[in-house]
C-alpha cells in the first residue's frame, strides 16, 4: 500500500455526505459553503507520542483523544463543530495499527458529527495534528477576552481525575483504574453546553493545561483577576478516594480534564443554574472575577492567599 491507497482505504472511507461540503477529500484543498450569518471558527491541536499520549496505547484511543481535544476547542468558543482534518506523521506502516486508528477515528468524529474533508499523510515520528472547524451565528463565538470584575467564575465539571491517571503509581482498585483511564484517553468535550456559553458566558475557556493556568489565560486576556474559594473547588471523587491530601492541587494544576470554564454575569447566575439542571448537568461557581490582576484563593485555614500557577507548558 502506497501512500495514495492508503488515504483512500483509511481516511477517504471516513468522509461523509454533508450538504455545506463542495468538495473534500482528494484536491489539493477542500471547498465549504459557509451558511449565511454564521462565523466559521478554525483550531488546530497536535498530539505527540510521549508527550500527550504513550506510544504503547490502543491507536484508537490516540485517534479518540486527538478529535476529543479539538471538540473541546470548539466548545470552548460556543461553536459546533463541523469540520476536521487529520494531518497523520507515522514511524512505519502498520495494518493493525491503522484499523485501530481509523476506528477511533471514526467513532469519535461520528459522536459529534465532525466531517474529515482533509490531512496529510507523512513518514517520520508519531504525531497526530488535526484541524477543527466549526460555526456559530455571527457574534456569539465566545472569546478568552470578555470577563468582568463581579462575573461568577464556573467550571462545568470536577476536576483532577486525568491528573491522577497520570501520576497515580500506587494499586487501583480495577473499576477506579477504567474510569480514570477513560478519563485520560477519552476525553468529553462540553458540548451539550454550547447554548448556556453562547447566552451567558462572557469569557470561556477549555481546561487543558489545569484551571490555574488556564484561568490565567482567561485573566490575562481579559485585564482582570480572580478569587477563587478552595472549598468551591469541585474535586474529583476518585482523586479525593486516592489522593485526598492533593486533591486541590491536582484540580488546580492537573491538565486533561477538558471541563468548561467561564465567566457569568453575577446577576444572570440564576439563570444558569436553571439552564445546567434542564440538561441534568451540574455546573459549579467556584469564585469571582476582580479588577485586581492576578490570582487569589480563598482558604478555610489561612483566609486570602495567592494562588500560584501551575499547569503543563511544554518549553
Ligand atoms: P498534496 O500532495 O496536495 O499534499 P496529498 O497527496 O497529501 O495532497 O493528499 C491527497 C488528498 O488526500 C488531499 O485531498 C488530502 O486532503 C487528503 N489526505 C491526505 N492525508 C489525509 C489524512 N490523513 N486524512 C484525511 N485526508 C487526507
Ligand atoms: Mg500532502
Request: glycine share 8%; charged share 20%.
Amino acid at each position: 500500500m502506497n501512500e495514495f491507497s492508503l488515504i483512500d482505504y483509511y481516511f477517504k472511507s471516513l468522509e461523509t455526505a454533508d450538504s455545506n461540503l463542495i468538495f473534500g477529500i482528494g484536491d489539493d484543498a477542500a471547498c465549504l459553503q459557509i451558511p449565511p450569518n454564521t462565523h466559521l471558527l478554525v483550531s488546530t491541536d497536535t498530539l505527540v507520542a510521549g508527550v500527550h499520549f504513550l506510544p504503547e496505547w490502543e491507536p484508537y484511543n490516540m485517534a479518540y483523544k486527538a478529535v476529543m481535544v479539538n471538540i473541546s476547542d470548539m466548545a470552548a468558543m460556543g461553536a459546533d463543530p463541523r469540520w476536521a482534518t487529520l494531518a497523520l506523521t507515522l514511524p512505519n506502516f502498520s495494518q493493525p495499527w491503522l484499523n485501530s486508528f481509523s476506528r477511533g477515528l471514526k467513532e469519535a468524529l461520528q459522536q459529534y458529527q465532525v466531517n474529515l474533508i482533509g490531512g496529510d499523510t507523512t513518514h517520520g515520528p508519531l504525531a497526530i495534528t488535526i484541524t477543527i472547524m466549526g460555526l456559530a451565528p455571527i457574534g456569539k463565538a465566545v472569546r478568552r477576552k470578555g470577563a468582568r470584575p463581579g462575573d461568577i467564575i464556573v467550571v462545568s465539571g470536577e476536576l483532577g481525575a486525568a491528573a491522577l491517571a497520570l501520576t497515580a503509581n500506587f494499586p487501583l482498585a480495577d473499576d477506579d483504574q477504567i474510569v480514570l483511564q477513560n478519563k485520560l484517553m477519552q476525553p468529553k468535550p462540553r458540548t451539550e453546553l454550547t447554548a448556556i456559553l453562547r447566552q451567558y458566558a462572557t469569557a470561556a475557556i477549555d481546561i487543558s493545561d489545569g484551571l490555574s493556568a488556564d484561568l490565567n489565560h482567561i485573566c490575562v486576556a481579559s485585564q482582570v483577576g480572580a478569587c477563587l474559594v478552595e472549598d468551591q473547588i469541585p474535586v474529583h471523587p476518585l482523586v479525593h478516594r486516592y489522593l485526598a491530601d492533593k486533591g486541590l492541587d491536582l484540580a488546580l494544576g492537573g491538565g486533561d480534564d477538558y471541563e468548561l470554564c467561564f465567566t457569568v454575569p453575577a446577576d444572570k447566575m440564576a439563570q444558569v443554574m436553571h439552564d445546567f439542571e434542564k440538561i441534568n448537568q451540574q455546573c459549579y461557581p467556584i469564585g469571582c472575577i476582580e479588577s485586581e490582576l492576578g490570582l487569589r484563593l480563598k482558604t478555610i485555614k489561612e483566609g486570602y492567599k495567592p494562588l500560584k500557577i501551575q499547569g503543563y507548558t511544554h518549553f
